[in-house]
């Protein structure tokens, strides 16, 4: 089971602060976003979204397995 | 985060622009520069009545990190002092204070600069602001 | 001097930083930044034990002014405040506060760094350092 | 008689906080500057000094009298 973080607009649209993938799991960053545009197509309304694995920003081709740290990061608006 | 000349803190409870001072003051320093950023009441022409912060705590710290450790590589920075508020913000508060120390003061403001600039584009806190007729989450939507 | 958005002042006691941020603050600004200068306890290799600023208070004033004027004029400064100290300052102590709002923080960076670049020029103000082996005007001698 | 301000290193060279010229009135500031150099030479040792007429920065040609507020303003070091 791979766990995603949920921040600012990606929790309102997935209601949680947690969602889970339990099924072919993406293997890249790539793969979760796709992963997630498909099964909360709002995400394609928003202004481009990164992901964090390990708390840094991640590139598409970082792998990801279920025991990293990821975190769906919209864009920021601190300050 | 308390470390190596470098203070960063995210916290709930209102600001200290003598905090943050009194953390950068060194006897070697000619000048400091503060940041302070506050609440807008206004935004868009909308009438903001008050923010909400989210932070992803341990990524933002980790962020802010890096972004003051360029500024001593880039500034030759002394010492930075970095606060931001996290949860319910009213207006006029603040949100946000940087302090920077250097020999030089051109350095302060390059760096303080420097450090806002950064913040607003890679670290991990999002502003949700409260109008009198609704809520939205800065920056998300195109 | 406290007039249209513009507050100076030379003061002969400890300035606070709290009283220019609280003048400047203002609810349809982003950004406030501030420059605070301190007394170094080193300079050009001799210990400093303290130093005294004499003013030529009306002119420094209304120079002081003019610079305002044309932070105001150049970067649409909101507010600003500038206190000067003046007599005996001790080491650590803080010879000059300066801080303006503005609806965008760049422009409130430029014109911080600008009234303290102007100040250094052009505002009759004169720093006698003491040393531990004597004393000198700064800048006095080629 | 036309009284002249002096601060900082003005100040210790002349060891008054105003001096007076009783006669000879120079008529513009330059005057002025030849009248000092002549009277304490020390200013020639100095880095360059200003002459403020009513609390402005005046030019060699600026015209001064006796009712004029006049001072010498050597290098500043505020801040």
């Known amino acids: 089971m791979m766990k995603i973080r949920c921040f600012g607009i990606a929790k309102d649209i997935t209601s949680q602060a947690f969602i889970t993938i339990d099924e072919q799991l993406p293997s890249n960053v790539e793969g979760l976003k796709l992963w997630l545009e498909k099964n909360y197509p709002q995400f394609k309304s928003l202004n481009k979204c990164m992901i964090a694995v390990n708390q840094e920003y991640a590139d598409d081709n970082t792998p990801i397995s279920t025991s990293d740290e990821i975190a769906i990061i919209p864009p920021v608006s601190g300050g | ?142």
């Not at chain 2, 909400?52 to 030759?76: H, N, W």
């Not at chain 2, 002394?78 to 006029?92: C, D, E, M, N, P």
């Open chain 2, 1 to 142: 985060m308390v470390d190596n000349n470098i203070d960063i803190q995210i916290l709930g409870d209102n600001l200290s622009i003598d905090t943050c001072y009194q953390y950068v003051i060194d006897e070697t320093c000619g000048g400091i520069v503060l940041f302070v950023g506050t609440v807008r009441n206004h935004n868009k022409g909308k009438d903001v009545t008050h923010l909400d912060f989210e932070t992803y705590e341990s990524m933002a710290i980790k962020e802010l990190s890096k972004i003051a450790d360029e500024c001593v590589e880039k500034f030759q920075s002394k010492k930075l002092s970095i606060h931001h508020r996290k949860g319910h913000v009213g207006i006029k508060d603040i949100a946000v204070i940087i302090a920077v120390s250097s020999i030089h003061r051109k350095k302060a403001f390059l760096a303080c600069e420097y450090v806002i600039d950064q913040l607003k584009e890679r670290v991990p806190i999002w502003k949700k602001e409260f109008l009198t007729d609704g809520s939205y989450w800065v920056n998300a939507r195109p």
